[in-house]
């Protein structure tokens, strides 16, 4: 199966960044799987998780409000909030701690 560069990305760091055969998102007008000559895109990502497929097999991501890009042959996930997770059940988890830590900010920021 043929290829890509990804990038995953928060404006502090690089989360992940290598070759992957296959990504598959949800993005805000529904699911989307991109492989290898994948037409550009750019789009929202709702809080959810990012599934990578490379050679060496699965890799698994948690995002808060992200956007995705694929252009020129490579596919970027640029988020605030990235986390790489162990299993669906750990996604879940942080998914959870996200929303909690969203709906504080919010409070917080009411307070102001």
């Not at 809080?47 to 020129?72: M, N, Q, S």
């Not at 997770?85 to 919010?106: K, T």
């Amino acid at each position: 199966m043929n290829t890509f560069p990804a990038t995953l990305r928060t404006p502090r760091q690089t989360v992940f960044e290598g070759p992957v055969q296959a990504c598959f998102v949800r993005a805000v007008d529904g699911d989307l799987g991109i492989l290898a000559g994948h037409e550009p895109v750019v789009t929202a990502l709702p809080p959810g998780r990012v599934r990578l497929k490379t050679a060496g097999g699965e890799r698994l991501f948690v995002t808060g409000d992200a956007a995705l890009d694929v252009a020129g042959g490579s596919l970027r996930v640029l988020a605030e909030f990235l986390v790489p997770v162990a299993s669906a059940r750990e996604a879940r988890e942080q998914l959870q701690r996200y929303r909690q830590w969203l709906a504080y900010a919010h409070t917080q920021s009411r307070q102001a």
